[in-house]
């Protein structure tokens, strides 16, 4: 089956810097790969995703990049706020009329004002 | 419109006694998914269903989880003979509308059901 590996697992940087997450999938055949936002407490949002047509995707200050060559999608938050802390976590997919998705670990993002 | 719904929200059980968890998909949208999510991890495969059939039930840890959605709509997880190690977030995610809205793969998630098994 399916294994996501995220890294890094905890990210502080200061507000305005640049974030990086970086996900490496196993599973040749996954061709969705979605990224979710989890604040404490609350259930996990989709903020962006992307398919393997495309090797990038942007949506303001969020960015996702993937290399199907090897297996490897990153997650960029550009201009970081304080609302940017919380879980963020990437997923995997065959993607058809529902599929189950493969998540990572998890990054917890510490925004520093 | 109203997002995927969980009941309840919270529940405390004593190890050995049945509990049934509930899903409320988001109208209209054909898959429904079950995940488990312990503390401080992302979310972990359980079951789906498309429509009132269970496509895959390979994430079940144990034949003490069963799960049904009998008219295609609301779905119940069940735990027969809870066990300590059962305690944990339990998530409910549907996708897929028929009539436009967004692409089929999206999952939203619902608010979960905290199970503490004492």
């Known amino acids: 089956g399916e294994n996501v590996e995220q890294h890094p697992s905890t990210l502080s940087v200061q507000e305005g810097d640049s974030a990086v997450i970086k996900c490496t999938y196993s599973?040749?055949?996954?061709?969705?790969f979605p990224w979710y936002k989890q604040e404490l407490g609350k259930r996990p949002q989709l903020i962006i995703d992307?398919?393997?047509?495309?090797g990038e995707k942007k949506d303001q200050r969020i960015a996702v990049t993937l290399n199907k060559t090897a297996k490897h999608f990153s997650l960029h938050i550009t201009e970081t706020q304080p609302e940017d802390s919380a879980v963020y976590f990437c997923?995997?997919?065959?993607?058809?009329?529902?599929?189950?998705?493969?998540f990572g670990g998890g990054t917890r993002l510490m925004v520093k004002p | 419109g109203a997002g995927v719904s969980q009941s309840p929200r919270y529940k405390v059980t004593k190890r050995g006694q049945d509990v049934a968890l509930r899903c409320d998909p988001i109208?209209?949208?054909?898959?429904l998914y079950w995940y488990r999510q312990a503390l401080g991890q992302g979310p972990e495969f359980l079951t789906y269903f498309n429509y009132e059939a269970q496509q895959d039930k390979s994430g079940l840890p144990n034949d003490r989880f069963s799960a049904e959605r009998p008219e295609g709509s609301i779905s119940t997880l069940t735990i027969q003979r809870t066990e300590q190690r059962d305690s944990a977030m339990y998530r409910c995610a549907s996708s897929f509308r028929l009539a436009g809205g967004p692409a089929r793969e999206t999952q939203y998630f619902g608010p979960g059901t905290r199970l503490l098994v004492l």
């Open positions: 109208s209209g949208h054909v898959s």
């Open positions: 992307i398919r393997s047509n495309v």
């Open positions: 997923a995997a997919s065959r993607a058809r009329a529902g599929n189950m998705l493969t």
């Open positions: 599973d040749s055949a996954s061709n969705y």
